[in-house]
Protein backbone atom coordinates (compact mmCIF):
# COMPACT_ATOMS: atom_id res chain seq x y z
CA UNK A 1 0.00 0.00 0.00
CA UNK A 2 1.04 3.56 -0.77
CA UNK A 3 0.23 6.97 -0.83
CA UNK A 4 0.95 8.63 -4.26
CA UNK A 5 0.53 11.33 -6.67
CA UNK A 6 -0.86 10.37 -9.94
CA UNK A 7 -1.77 11.51 -13.27
CA UNK A 8 -5.60 11.89 -15.05
CA UNK A 9 -5.12 9.10 -18.08
CA UNK A 10 -8.89 9.85 -18.85
CA UNK A 11 -12.07 10.94 -17.26
CA UNK A 12 -15.11 10.35 -18.97
CA UNK A 13 -19.06 10.65 -18.69
CA UNK A 14 -20.62 7.17 -19.69
CA UNK A 15 -23.75 7.57 -18.35
CA UNK A 16 -26.22 10.57 -16.75
CA UNK A 17 -24.17 10.75 -13.81
CA UNK A 18 -21.35 7.89 -14.08
CA UNK A 19 -17.84 8.78 -14.99
CA UNK A 20 -15.09 6.17 -15.30
CA UNK A 21 -11.71 7.45 -14.43
CA UNK A 22 -7.99 6.40 -16.04
CA UNK A 23 -4.98 7.04 -13.67
CA UNK A 24 -1.73 5.87 -13.98
CA UNK A 25 -1.05 2.42 -11.55
CA UNK A 26 2.02 3.45 -10.06
CA UNK A 27 1.18 1.20 -6.83
CA UNK A 28 1.82 -2.37 -5.89
CA UNK A 29 -0.25 -5.12 -7.81
CA UNK A 30 -3.80 -4.98 -7.62
CA UNK A 31 -6.09 -7.53 -6.44
CA UNK A 32 -9.96 -7.89 -7.85
CA UNK A 33 -12.14 -6.32 -5.05
CA UNK A 34 -9.70 -4.20 -3.56
CA UNK A 35 -9.66 0.05 -3.87
CA UNK A 36 -7.99 3.02 -3.27
CA UNK A 37 -9.21 6.17 -1.39
CA UNK A 38 -8.90 9.23 -3.49
CA UNK A 39 -9.05 13.08 -3.63
CA UNK A 40 -8.55 15.80 -6.10
CA UNK A 41 -8.13 18.55 -3.43
CA UNK A 42 -5.71 19.68 -0.68
CA UNK A 43 -7.63 20.48 2.43
CA UNK A 44 -11.19 22.54 0.88
CA UNK A 45 -12.07 18.49 1.87
CA UNK A 46 -11.25 16.35 4.77
CA UNK A 47 -11.74 13.39 4.03
CA UNK A 48 -10.17 10.91 1.09
CA UNK A 49 -13.32 9.06 -1.00
CA UNK A 50 -12.95 5.08 -1.49
CA UNK A 51 -13.72 3.82 -4.89
CA UNK A 52 -13.12 0.72 -6.06
CA UNK A 53 -10.88 -0.76 -8.63
CA UNK A 54 -13.23 -1.29 -12.32
CA UNK A 55 -9.84 -2.33 -13.83
CA UNK A 56 -6.33 -2.58 -14.24
CA UNK A 57 -2.85 -3.44 -15.98
CA UNK A 58 0.44 -2.78 -15.52
CA UNK A 59 0.34 0.99 -16.12
CA UNK A 60 -3.51 2.17 -15.91
CA UNK A 61 -6.13 1.80 -12.90
CA UNK A 62 -9.67 2.26 -13.84
CA UNK A 63 -12.49 4.22 -11.52
CA UNK A 64 -16.07 3.84 -12.01
CA UNK A 65 -17.88 6.16 -10.18
CA UNK A 66 -21.01 8.07 -9.67
CA UNK A 67 -21.20 11.63 -8.91
CA UNK A 68 -23.07 11.63 -5.62
CA UNK A 69 -21.85 14.65 -3.71
CA UNK A 70 -18.77 17.12 -3.35
CA UNK A 71 -15.63 14.74 -3.27
CA UNK A 72 -17.14 12.55 -6.50
CA UNK A 73 -18.24 16.00 -8.31
CA UNK A 74 -14.41 17.56 -8.14
CA UNK A 75 -13.59 14.08 -9.37
CA UNK A 76 -15.60 14.67 -12.17
CA UNK A 77 -13.81 17.54 -13.13
CA UNK A 78 -10.25 16.42 -13.33
CA UNK A 79 -8.45 16.52 -17.10
CA UNK A 80 -6.40 14.46 -18.93
CA UNK A 81 -2.85 15.70 -17.14
CA UNK A 82 -4.23 16.59 -14.09
CA UNK A 83 -2.69 15.51 -10.32
CA UNK A 84 -4.75 13.69 -8.16
CA UNK A 85 -3.66 11.63 -5.34
CA UNK A 86 -4.81 7.94 -4.26
CA UNK A 87 -3.88 5.83 -0.88
CA UNK A 88 -3.84 2.00 -2.20
CA UNK A 89 -4.79 -0.77 -3.07
CA UNK A 90 -6.75 -0.86 0.25
CA UNK A 91 -8.92 -3.70 1.66
CA UNK A 92 -9.04 -7.49 1.26
CA UNK A 93 -9.99 -8.33 -2.68
CA UNK A 94 -12.13 -11.57 -3.41
CA UNK A 95 -10.00 -14.86 -2.74
CA UNK A 96 -9.70 -15.47 -6.43
CA UNK A 97 -7.19 -18.06 -6.05
CA UNK A 98 -9.42 -20.57 -4.03
CA UNK A 99 -12.32 -20.28 -6.30
CA UNK A 100 -13.25 -22.86 -9.02
CA UNK A 101 -15.92 -24.38 -11.37
CA UNK A 102 -19.23 -22.05 -11.63
CA UNK A 103 -19.39 -18.50 -10.15
CA UNK A 104 -21.88 -15.93 -10.17
CA UNK A 105 -21.38 -12.56 -9.50
CA UNK A 106 -23.91 -10.53 -8.82
CA UNK A 107 -23.73 -6.13 -8.95
CA UNK A 108 -25.99 -4.07 -8.64
CA UNK A 109 -25.75 -0.22 -9.79
CA UNK A 110 -22.27 1.07 -8.57
CA UNK A 111 -21.32 -2.45 -6.88
CA UNK A 112 -21.31 -3.27 -10.76
CA UNK A 113 -18.09 -2.03 -12.00
CA UNK A 114 -15.73 -4.02 -9.00
CA UNK A 115 -17.23 -7.36 -9.85
CA UNK A 116 -15.51 -6.72 -13.47
CA UNK A 117 -11.88 -6.76 -12.56
CA UNK A 118 -13.17 -9.77 -10.24
CA UNK A 119 -14.98 -11.55 -13.36
CA UNK A 120 -11.43 -11.27 -15.41
CA UNK A 121 -9.33 -12.60 -12.72
CA UNK A 122 -11.59 -15.99 -12.20
CA UNK A 123 -11.55 -16.25 -15.38
CA UNK A 124 -8.11 -16.33 -15.85
CA UNK A 125 -8.08 -18.56 -12.83
CA UNK A 126 -10.04 -20.56 -14.90
CA UNK A 127 -13.25 -20.71 -13.34
CA UNK A 128 -17.00 -20.08 -15.13
CA UNK A 129 -18.33 -17.16 -14.88
CA UNK A 130 -21.72 -15.53 -14.89
CA UNK A 131 -22.57 -12.13 -14.78
CA UNK A 132 -26.42 -10.27 -13.12
CA UNK A 133 -26.49 -6.80 -13.23
CA UNK A 134 -29.06 -5.04 -12.18
CA UNK A 135 -29.07 -1.31 -13.42
CA UNK A 136 -31.51 1.17 -12.28
CA UNK A 137 -32.07 2.71 -16.08
CA UNK A 138 -29.24 3.49 -18.42
CA UNK A 139 -26.89 0.31 -18.71
CA UNK A 140 -23.02 0.91 -18.23
CA UNK A 141 -20.27 -1.54 -18.16
CA UNK A 142 -21.82 -4.53 -19.81
CA UNK A 143 -19.47 -4.50 -23.09
CA UNK A 144 -16.53 -4.97 -20.40
CA UNK A 145 -17.90 -8.05 -18.67
CA UNK A 146 -18.83 -9.53 -22.19
CA UNK A 147 -14.73 -11.18 -22.41
CA UNK A 148 -15.00 -12.64 -19.12
CA UNK A 149 -18.47 -14.08 -18.85
CA UNK A 150 -20.42 -17.10 -20.08
CA UNK A 151 -24.07 -15.55 -19.88
CA UNK A 152 -24.75 -12.25 -18.58
CA UNK A 153 -28.08 -11.21 -17.42
CA UNK A 154 -29.64 -7.81 -16.82
CA UNK A 155 -32.02 -5.79 -15.51
CA UNK A 156 -33.82 -2.78 -15.42
CA UNK A 157 -35.99 -1.34 -12.61
CA UNK A 158 -38.76 -0.11 -15.45
CA UNK A 159 -38.00 -2.65 -18.09
CA UNK A 160 -36.14 -0.77 -20.62
CA UNK A 161 -33.43 -3.04 -21.06
CA UNK A 162 -33.34 -6.53 -20.23
CA UNK A 163 -35.44 -8.26 -17.31
CA UNK A 164 -38.04 -5.84 -15.83
CA UNK A 165 -37.55 -5.99 -11.92
CA UNK A 166 -34.64 -7.22 -10.12
CA UNK A 167 -31.65 -8.96 -10.65
CA UNK A 168 -31.72 -11.35 -8.14
CA UNK A 169 -35.21 -12.61 -9.68
CA UNK A 170 -32.99 -14.25 -11.90
CA UNK A 171 -30.82 -16.09 -9.66
CA UNK A 172 -30.58 -19.59 -8.84
CA UNK A 173 -27.93 -20.05 -6.34
CA UNK A 174 -27.94 -23.75 -6.63
CA UNK A 175 -26.52 -23.41 -10.66
CA UNK A 176 -23.69 -22.66 -8.89
CA UNK A 177 -20.45 -23.48 -6.29
CA UNK A 178 -19.79 -19.81 -5.58
CA UNK A 179 -21.69 -16.39 -5.46
CA UNK A 180 -20.28 -13.12 -5.56
CA UNK A 181 -22.36 -9.77 -4.63
CA UNK A 182 -21.32 -6.24 -4.41
CA UNK A 183 -23.95 -3.32 -4.48
CA UNK A 184 -26.96 -1.92 -2.21
CA UNK A 185 -26.99 -3.84 1.30
CA UNK A 186 -30.57 -4.61 0.43
CA UNK A 187 -29.77 -6.49 -2.98
CA UNK A 188 -26.96 -8.31 -1.04
CA UNK A 189 -28.87 -9.10 1.68
CA UNK A 190 -30.82 -10.91 -0.57
CA UNK A 191 -28.62 -12.50 -2.46
CA UNK A 192 -26.66 -14.03 0.97
CA UNK A 193 -29.95 -15.35 2.21
CA UNK A 194 -30.90 -17.41 -1.07
CA UNK A 195 -27.23 -18.72 -0.82
CA UNK A 196 -27.89 -19.59 2.80
CA UNK A 197 -30.96 -21.39 1.42
CA UNK A 198 -29.19 -23.39 -0.54
CA UNK A 199 -26.07 -23.98 0.85
CA UNK A 200 -23.85 -22.00 -1.42
CA UNK A 201 -20.97 -19.86 -0.72
CA UNK A 202 -21.43 -16.31 -0.81
CA UNK A 203 -19.09 -13.42 -0.95
CA UNK A 204 -20.52 -9.64 0.05
CA UNK A 205 -18.61 -6.52 -0.95
CA UNK A 206 -19.69 -4.12 1.88
CA UNK A 207 -20.01 0.24 2.09
CA UNK A 208 -19.30 1.90 4.73
CA UNK A 209 -18.20 5.58 5.46
CA UNK A 210 -14.86 5.84 6.21
CA UNK A 211 -12.23 8.13 7.39
CA UNK A 212 -8.27 6.62 7.18
CA UNK A 213 -8.57 3.61 4.59
CA UNK A 214 -6.38 1.63 6.93
CA UNK A 215 -7.26 0.61 9.77
CA UNK A 216 -6.57 2.82 12.21
CA UNK A 217 -9.64 4.69 13.23
CA UNK A 218 -12.27 2.28 13.31
CA UNK A 219 -14.64 4.30 11.73
CA UNK A 220 -15.84 1.69 9.89
CA UNK A 221 -16.25 -1.33 12.07
CA UNK A 222 -19.16 -3.33 11.66
CA UNK A 223 -20.05 -6.15 14.00
CA UNK A 224 -19.51 -10.27 12.35
CA UNK A 225 -19.63 -13.33 13.99
CA UNK A 226 -15.85 -13.31 14.90
CA UNK A 227 -16.21 -9.97 16.39
CA UNK A 228 -15.94 -6.59 15.58
CA UNK A 229 -14.10 -6.02 11.82
CA UNK A 230 -12.76 -3.40 9.74
CA UNK A 231 -14.51 -2.75 6.25
CA UNK A 232 -12.02 -1.05 4.79
CA UNK A 233 -8.77 -3.21 6.59
CA UNK A 234 -10.29 -6.59 7.14
CA UNK A 235 -13.03 -6.52 4.15
CA UNK A 236 -14.65 -4.71 2.16
CA UNK A 237 -15.38 -8.76 0.81
CA UNK A 238 -16.92 -10.59 3.62
CA UNK A 239 -18.61 -14.23 3.58
CA UNK A 240 -22.15 -13.69 4.11
CA UNK A 241 -22.20 -16.35 7.18
CA UNK A 242 -19.88 -14.08 8.67
CA UNK A 243 -22.27 -11.23 8.92
CA UNK A 244 -24.73 -10.21 11.42
CA UNK A 245 -27.64 -9.38 8.93
CA UNK B 1 22.05 26.51 4.07
CA UNK B 2 22.23 23.84 6.34
CA UNK B 3 21.05 25.88 9.85
CA UNK B 4 20.23 23.19 12.53
CA UNK B 5 17.15 23.81 14.25
CA UNK B 6 16.42 22.02 17.80
CA UNK B 7 13.37 20.64 17.75
CA UNK B 8 13.70 18.19 20.68
CA UNK B 9 11.51 18.82 24.42
CA UNK B 10 11.05 17.92 27.76
CA UNK B 11 7.82 16.72 29.03
CA UNK B 12 7.42 15.16 32.70
CA UNK B 13 11.04 14.16 32.71
CA UNK B 14 10.39 12.53 29.23
CA UNK B 15 12.44 13.58 26.45
CA UNK B 16 10.57 13.55 22.68
CA UNK B 17 13.01 14.28 19.73
CA UNK B 18 10.46 16.55 18.25
CA UNK B 19 7.54 18.30 19.58
CA UNK B 20 5.04 16.24 17.22
CA UNK B 21 2.61 13.31 18.65
CA UNK B 22 -0.02 11.46 16.80
CA UNK B 23 -3.36 12.16 18.57
CA UNK B 24 -5.21 9.64 20.20
CA UNK B 25 -7.83 7.43 17.95
CA UNK B 26 -6.56 8.49 15.08
CA UNK B 27 -3.40 6.33 14.88
CA UNK B 28 -4.45 3.30 15.89
CA UNK B 29 -1.10 1.76 17.75
CA UNK B 30 1.15 3.13 14.99
CA UNK B 31 1.17 -0.06 12.80
CA UNK B 32 -0.96 0.71 9.86
CA UNK B 33 0.87 4.40 9.30
CA UNK B 34 4.07 3.02 9.71
CA UNK B 35 3.24 0.69 5.93
CA UNK B 36 3.39 4.33 5.07
CA UNK B 37 6.13 5.81 6.48
CA UNK B 38 8.40 5.81 9.36
CA UNK B 39 6.55 6.52 12.10
CA UNK B 40 9.39 6.02 14.63
CA UNK B 41 10.26 9.84 13.22
CA UNK B 42 7.47 11.71 15.49
CA UNK B 43 8.41 12.53 19.00
CA UNK B 44 5.19 10.20 20.23
CA UNK B 45 2.41 8.42 19.49
CA UNK B 46 -1.22 8.39 22.39
CA UNK B 47 -2.55 4.99 21.74
CA UNK B 48 -6.27 4.42 20.75
CA UNK B 49 -7.78 5.27 23.96
CA UNK B 50 -7.91 2.02 25.75
CA UNK B 51 -10.81 1.25 28.63
CA UNK B 52 -9.95 -1.73 31.39
CA UNK B 53 -11.91 -4.46 29.62
CA UNK B 54 -12.68 -4.98 25.76
CA UNK B 55 -15.18 -2.33 23.88
CA UNK B 56 -16.93 -2.93 20.62
CA UNK B 57 -17.81 0.81 20.52
CA UNK B 58 -21.13 2.45 19.17
CA UNK B 59 -23.76 1.01 16.43
CA UNK B 60 -24.37 3.31 13.51
CA UNK B 61 -22.75 5.90 11.41
CA UNK B 62 -19.39 6.54 13.13
CA UNK B 63 -17.78 9.25 10.88
CA UNK B 64 -18.79 12.58 9.13
CA UNK B 65 -17.20 14.90 7.43
CA UNK B 66 -17.90 18.61 8.43
CA UNK B 67 -16.43 21.66 6.78
CA UNK B 68 -12.87 21.83 7.38
CA UNK B 69 -13.14 19.44 9.97
CA UNK B 70 -15.22 15.69 10.72
CA UNK B 71 -17.01 14.22 13.57
CA UNK B 72 -16.82 10.94 14.85
CA UNK B 73 -19.21 8.65 16.92
CA UNK B 74 -16.50 5.49 17.24
CA UNK B 75 -17.09 4.99 21.15
CA UNK B 76 -14.07 4.17 22.53
CA UNK B 77 -14.03 0.19 20.74
CA UNK B 78 -10.80 -0.96 21.72
CA UNK B 79 -9.07 -4.63 22.82
CA UNK B 80 -8.80 -3.74 26.33
CA UNK B 81 -5.79 -2.60 28.69
CA UNK B 82 -4.79 -6.69 29.05
CA UNK B 83 -4.42 -7.11 25.51
CA UNK B 84 -2.95 -3.66 24.59
CA UNK B 85 -0.48 -4.59 27.45
CA UNK B 86 0.28 -8.38 25.62
CA UNK B 87 0.44 -7.24 21.91
CA UNK B 88 -0.43 -3.03 21.85
CA UNK B 89 2.85 -2.14 23.43
CA UNK B 90 5.21 -4.28 21.40
CA UNK B 91 4.26 -3.12 18.37
CA UNK B 92 4.45 0.89 19.53
CA UNK B 93 7.63 -0.21 21.28
CA UNK B 94 9.26 -0.98 17.72
CA UNK B 95 8.97 2.55 16.68
CA UNK B 96 11.95 4.11 19.36
CA UNK B 97 9.77 7.04 19.73
CA UNK B 98 7.79 8.00 23.32
CA UNK B 99 5.05 5.66 23.99
CA UNK B 100 1.90 7.43 25.59
CA UNK B 101 -0.93 5.06 26.51
CA UNK B 102 -4.16 6.65 26.30
CA UNK B 103 -7.28 5.66 28.56
CA UNK B 104 -10.93 6.01 29.16
CA UNK B 105 -13.06 4.92 31.55
CA UNK B 106 -16.93 5.25 32.67
CA UNK B 107 -16.24 4.96 36.41
CA UNK B 108 -14.15 6.31 39.16
CA UNK B 109 -13.25 2.13 39.39
CA UNK B 110 -12.29 1.56 36.39
CA UNK B 111 -10.39 4.43 35.57
CA UNK B 112 -7.99 3.47 38.77
CA UNK B 113 -8.20 -0.13 38.10
CA UNK B 114 -6.91 0.66 34.21
CA UNK B 115 -4.73 3.40 35.75
CA UNK B 116 -2.63 0.83 38.12
CA UNK B 117 -2.24 -1.92 35.37
CA UNK B 118 -1.00 0.83 32.51
CA UNK B 119 1.10 2.30 35.44
CA UNK B 120 3.01 -1.02 36.05
CA UNK B 121 3.62 -1.91 32.37
CA UNK B 122 6.25 -0.87 29.50
CA UNK B 123 4.68 2.46 28.72
CA UNK B 124 6.46 6.19 28.81
CA UNK B 125 3.55 8.08 29.71
CA UNK B 126 -0.50 7.73 30.50
CA UNK B 127 -2.74 10.18 29.16
CA UNK B 128 -6.13 10.12 31.15
CA UNK B 129 -8.92 11.21 29.03
CA UNK B 130 -12.22 12.67 31.11
CA UNK B 131 -14.12 13.00 28.39
CA UNK B 132 -16.04 9.87 28.86
CA UNK B 133 -19.49 10.06 29.95
CA UNK B 134 -19.97 8.81 33.48
CA UNK B 135 -22.40 6.17 33.71
CA UNK B 136 -23.13 7.01 37.55
CA UNK B 137 -23.91 10.48 37.08
CA UNK B 138 -26.40 10.37 34.03
CA UNK B 139 -23.68 10.41 31.13
CA UNK B 140 -22.08 13.73 31.94
CA UNK B 141 -18.91 13.19 31.15
CA UNK B 142 -16.10 13.22 33.73
CA UNK B 143 -14.56 16.68 31.50
CA UNK B 144 -17.27 19.12 32.50
CA UNK B 145 -17.11 19.73 36.24
CA UNK B 146 -13.85 20.90 37.97
CA UNK B 147 -14.18 19.20 40.67
CA UNK B 148 -15.81 15.85 39.78
CA UNK B 149 -12.27 15.82 37.20
CA UNK B 150 -10.02 16.53 40.43
CA UNK B 151 -11.80 13.31 42.14
CA UNK B 152 -10.45 11.41 39.12
CA UNK B 153 -7.32 12.73 39.12
CA UNK B 154 -6.34 12.33 42.15
CA UNK B 155 -7.27 8.64 42.52
CA UNK B 156 -5.35 8.11 39.09
CA UNK B 157 -2.67 9.58 40.59
CA UNK B 158 -2.73 7.56 43.74
CA UNK B 159 -1.83 4.92 41.35
CA UNK B 160 -0.16 6.03 38.80
CA UNK B 161 3.45 6.32 38.96
CA UNK B 162 3.97 7.11 35.52
CA UNK B 163 4.24 10.65 34.32
CA UNK B 164 0.75 11.50 34.13
CA UNK B 165 -1.19 13.77 31.26
CA UNK B 166 -4.47 14.72 31.59
CA UNK B 167 -6.53 15.10 28.57
CA UNK B 168 -8.73 17.91 29.06
CA UNK B 169 -12.50 18.49 27.45
CA UNK B 170 -13.48 21.12 25.42
CA UNK B 171 -16.79 20.84 26.91
CA UNK B 172 -15.58 21.70 30.02
CA UNK B 173 -17.77 24.47 31.72
CA UNK B 174 -14.09 26.71 32.34
CA UNK B 175 -11.54 25.09 30.42
CA UNK B 176 -8.80 27.34 32.84
CA UNK B 177 -10.86 26.22 36.34
CA UNK B 178 -10.64 22.64 34.86
CA UNK B 179 -6.51 22.39 33.68
CA UNK B 180 -6.00 24.30 37.28
CA UNK B 181 -8.24 22.05 39.52
CA UNK B 182 -6.14 18.72 37.52
CA UNK B 183 -2.87 20.32 38.26
CA UNK B 184 -3.72 21.07 41.52
CA UNK B 185 -4.59 17.25 41.63
CA UNK B 186 -1.15 15.79 40.46
CA UNK B 187 -1.29 15.91 37.15
CA UNK B 188 2.33 16.36 35.13
CA UNK B 189 1.04 17.57 32.16
CA UNK B 190 -2.13 18.23 30.48
CA UNK B 191 -3.12 17.98 27.09
CA UNK B 192 -6.08 19.84 25.07
CA UNK B 193 -8.34 19.57 23.49
CA UNK B 194 -10.58 16.59 22.96
CA UNK B 195 -13.47 17.17 20.53
CA UNK B 196 -16.55 19.51 20.97
CA UNK B 197 -20.13 18.11 21.10
CA UNK B 198 -21.32 18.61 18.52
CA UNK B 199 -24.41 17.26 16.04
CA UNK B 200 -25.44 16.66 12.08
CA UNK B 201 -29.08 15.75 10.90
CA UNK B 202 -29.64 13.68 7.87
CA UNK B 203 -32.38 15.79 6.59
CA UNK B 204 -33.71 13.00 4.46
CA UNK B 205 -34.00 10.96 6.87
CA UNK B 206 -35.31 13.75 9.32
CA UNK B 207 -33.35 11.69 11.58
CA UNK B 208 -29.80 13.04 13.71
CA UNK B 209 -26.60 11.12 11.55
CA UNK B 210 -25.19 9.58 14.96
CA UNK B 211 -27.23 7.10 16.76
CA UNK B 212 -25.70 9.06 19.82
CA UNK B 213 -27.39 11.85 18.34
CA UNK B 214 -23.90 14.05 19.66
CA UNK B 215 -20.55 13.31 18.07
CA UNK B 216 -17.26 15.01 18.41
CA UNK B 217 -15.99 17.47 16.48
CA UNK B 218 -12.52 18.13 15.37
CA UNK B 219 -10.19 18.97 12.52
CA UNK B 220 -9.65 22.91 11.24
CA UNK B 221 -12.66 24.02 12.42
CA UNK B 222 -11.98 23.71 15.58
CA UNK B 223 -8.44 25.53 15.56
CA UNK B 224 -8.76 29.13 16.53
CA UNK B 225 -10.87 28.02 19.60
CA UNK B 226 -8.53 25.15 20.46
CA UNK B 227 -5.77 27.54 20.36
CA UNK B 228 -7.24 30.16 22.14
CA UNK B 229 -8.01 27.60 25.17
CA UNK B 230 -4.45 26.07 24.59
CA UNK B 231 -3.41 30.36 25.37
CA UNK B 232 -5.72 30.50 28.24
CA UNK B 233 -4.88 27.45 30.27
CA UNK B 234 -1.03 28.32 29.81
CA UNK B 235 -1.37 31.37 31.17
CA UNK B 236 -2.16 29.96 34.47
CA UNK B 237 -0.69 26.66 34.76
CA UNK B 238 3.11 26.03 35.49
CA UNK B 239 2.68 22.16 33.88
CA UNK B 240 3.30 21.82 30.22
CA UNK B 241 1.15 21.58 27.67
CA UNK B 242 0.30 19.20 24.46
CA UNK B 243 -2.03 21.19 22.29
CA UNK B 244 -3.95 20.19 19.70
CA UNK B 245 -7.18 20.77 17.63
CA UNK B 246 -6.89 21.05 13.92
CA UNK B 247 -3.47 21.31 13.66
CA UNK B 248 -2.51 20.69 9.66
CA UNK B 249 0.43 22.59 9.10
CA UNK B 250 4.06 23.65 10.42
CA UNK B 251 2.42 26.70 10.92
CA UNK B 252 -0.20 25.74 13.20
CA UNK B 253 2.36 24.10 15.34
CA UNK B 254 3.93 27.33 15.82
CA UNK B 255 1.15 28.91 16.36
CA UNK B 256 0.43 26.50 19.39
CA UNK B 257 4.13 26.93 20.77
CA UNK B 258 3.44 30.02 20.68
CA UNK B 259 0.36 29.83 22.57
CA UNK B 260 2.65 27.95 25.40
CA UNK B 261 2.37 24.47 24.46
CA UNK B 262 5.60 22.39 24.46
CA UNK B 263 4.44 19.78 22.10
CA UNK B 264 1.06 19.45 19.72
CA UNK B 265 -0.57 16.38 18.85
CA UNK B 266 -1.77 15.84 15.29
CA UNK B 267 -4.91 13.95 14.59
CA UNK B 268 -7.51 14.57 11.87
CA UNK B 269 -4.99 15.48 9.29
CA UNK B 270 -3.70 11.93 9.19
CA UNK B 271 -7.03 11.51 7.39
CA UNK B 272 -6.23 13.88 4.76
CA UNK B 273 -2.78 13.47 4.07
CA UNK B 274 -1.50 10.08 5.93
CA UNK B 275 2.36 11.07 5.53
CA UNK B 276 0.96 14.75 7.48
CA UNK B 277 3.74 13.32 10.61
CA UNK B 278 6.75 13.49 8.52
CA UNK B 279 5.82 16.09 6.12
CA UNK B 280 4.83 18.20 8.96
CA UNK B 281 7.64 17.66 10.60
CA UNK B 282 10.13 18.04 7.57
CA UNK B 283 7.91 21.07 6.52
CA UNK B 284 8.62 22.80 10.25
CA UNK B 285 12.33 22.46 10.01
CA UNK B 286 12.05 24.61 6.98
CA UNK B 287 9.71 26.84 8.67
CA UNK B 288 12.04 27.62 11.57
CA UNK B 289 14.93 27.85 9.29
CA UNK B 290 12.97 30.88 7.68
CA UNK B 291 11.60 32.24 10.48
CA UNK B 292 15.26 32.12 12.65
CA UNK B 293 14.35 29.82 15.14
CA UNK B 294 17.28 28.05 16.35
CA UNK B 295 15.63 25.99 18.91
CA UNK B 296 11.74 25.46 18.82
CA UNK B 297 11.43 26.11 22.94
CA UNK B 298 12.68 29.86 22.50
CA UNK B 299 9.08 30.87 20.98
CA UNK B 300 6.94 28.90 23.48
CA UNK B 301 4.24 31.11 25.53
CA UNK B 302 5.34 34.17 23.52
CA UNK B 303 2.44 35.52 22.74
C1 LIG C 1 -15.01 0.13 -0.26
C2 LIG C 1 -15.85 1.09 -1.05
C3 LIG C 1 -15.84 1.05 -2.43
C4 LIG C 1 -16.61 1.93 -3.19
N1 LIG C 1 -16.57 1.83 -4.54
C5 LIG C 1 -17.29 2.69 -5.29
C6 LIG C 1 -17.24 2.63 -6.73
O1 LIG C 1 -16.52 1.80 -7.31
N2 LIG C 1 -17.98 3.52 -7.43
C7 LIG C 1 -18.77 4.47 -6.82
O2 LIG C 1 -19.42 5.25 -7.51
N3 LIG C 1 -18.84 4.53 -5.46
C8 LIG C 1 -18.12 3.68 -4.69
N4 LIG C 1 -18.19 3.78 -3.31
C9 LIG C 1 -19.01 4.83 -2.72
C10 LIG C 1 -18.23 6.15 -2.71
O3 LIG C 1 -17.19 6.05 -1.75
C11 LIG C 1 -19.13 7.33 -2.34
O4 LIG C 1 -20.10 7.50 -3.34
C12 LIG C 1 -18.32 8.62 -2.21
O5 LIG C 1 -17.46 8.56 -1.09
C13 LIG C 1 -19.21 9.83 -2.10
O6 LIG C 1 -18.41 10.97 -1.91
P1 LIG C 1 -18.99 12.43 -2.20
O7 LIG C 1 -18.05 13.40 -1.63
O8 LIG C 1 -19.31 12.60 -3.64
O9 LIG C 1 -20.38 12.43 -1.44
P2 LIG C 1 -20.75 13.19 -0.08
O10 LIG C 1 -22.09 12.69 0.30
O11 LIG C 1 -20.55 14.65 -0.22
O12 LIG C 1 -19.67 12.61 0.92
C14 LIG C 1 -19.59 13.01 2.28
C15 LIG C 1 -18.85 11.93 3.06
O13 LIG C 1 -19.62 10.74 3.11
C16 LIG C 1 -18.94 9.66 2.53
N5 LIG C 1 -19.88 8.85 1.75
C17 LIG C 1 -20.99 9.28 1.08
N6 LIG C 1 -21.61 8.24 0.48
C18 LIG C 1 -20.89 7.13 0.78
C19 LIG C 1 -21.01 5.76 0.45
N7 LIG C 1 -22.01 5.30 -0.31
N8 LIG C 1 -20.10 4.90 0.92
C20 LIG C 1 -19.08 5.32 1.68
N9 LIG C 1 -18.91 6.62 2.03
C21 LIG C 1 -19.79 7.51 1.58
C22 LIG C 1 -17.87 10.28 1.68
O14 LIG C 1 -16.76 9.41 1.49
C23 LIG C 1 -17.52 11.51 2.48
O15 LIG C 1 -16.66 11.19 3.54
C24 LIG C 1 -17.43 2.89 -2.54
C25 LIG C 1 -17.45 2.94 -1.15
C26 LIG C 1 -16.68 2.06 -0.41
C27 LIG C 1 -16.71 2.13 1.08
C1 LIG D 1 -11.79 9.19 14.78
C2 LIG D 1 -11.30 9.82 16.06
C3 LIG D 1 -11.14 9.04 17.21
C4 LIG D 1 -10.69 9.60 18.40
N1 LIG D 1 -10.52 8.79 19.49
C5 LIG D 1 -10.01 9.33 20.66
C6 LIG D 1 -9.75 8.50 21.78
O1 LIG D 1 -9.95 7.26 21.75
N2 LIG D 1 -9.25 9.07 22.92
C7 LIG D 1 -8.98 10.42 22.98
O2 LIG D 1 -8.49 10.90 24.01
N3 LIG D 1 -9.20 11.23 21.92
C8 LIG D 1 -9.71 10.71 20.76
N4 LIG D 1 -9.93 11.53 19.68
C9 LIG D 1 -9.65 12.98 19.78
C10 LIG D 1 -8.28 13.34 19.18
O3 LIG D 1 -7.23 12.67 19.85
C11 LIG D 1 -8.05 14.86 19.24
O4 LIG D 1 -8.09 15.27 20.60
C12 LIG D 1 -9.09 15.66 18.49
O5 LIG D 1 -9.49 14.99 17.32
C13 LIG D 1 -8.62 17.07 18.13
O6 LIG D 1 -7.47 17.06 17.30
P1 LIG D 1 -7.53 17.12 15.68
O7 LIG D 1 -8.39 18.28 15.32
O8 LIG D 1 -6.11 17.24 15.24
O9 LIG D 1 -8.15 15.84 15.23
C14 LIG D 1 -10.39 10.99 18.47
C15 LIG D 1 -10.56 11.78 17.32
C16 LIG D 1 -11.00 11.22 16.12
C17 LIG D 1 -11.16 12.10 14.91
S1 LIG E 1 -11.75 3.80 7.82
FE1 LIG E 1 -10.38 3.96 9.49
S2 LIG E 1 -10.43 1.93 10.25
FE2 LIG E 1 -11.58 1.77 8.42
Redesign the pocket.
Same mark, same amino acid.
Given at each position: MRYFESRVIANQRVADDIFVLQVERNSAEVAAGQFYMLKSWDKELTLMRPVSVFKADESVLWFMYRVVGSGTSRISALMPGDKMRLLGPCGNGYPCDALKGRIAVVGGGLGIPPLCETAKTLKARGATVDAYLGFRDALFAVEDFEPHCENIFISTEKGEEGYRGFITDLLSPENYDTVITCGPEVMMRKVASMCAMTDTRCYCSLEHRM?CGIGA???CSIRTKSGMRRVCKDGPVFLSSELEW | MDKNVTLSVEIAGVPFKNPLVA????FGFGGEYDELYDVGCLGGI?S??LTLHPKDGNEGIR +?WETAS??M?S?G?QNPGIDEFIDTGIAQMRQFGNVLIA?M?GHSMEDYVAGAAKLSNADIDML?L?I?CPNVKSGGMAFGIKAEVAREVVKAVRDVCHKPLIV?LSPNAENIVDMAMACEDAGADALSL +???FQAMAIDIHKRKPVFNNVYA?L??AA??PI?LRMVHAVCQKVRVPVFG????YTAEDVLEFVMAGATAV?????NFNNPLAGRDILDALVRLCQQEGISNISEVRGVC
Open positions: ACLG | ASGTSKG +VGMNVLNGENSK +VNTGSGIKAMGGVQIGTV
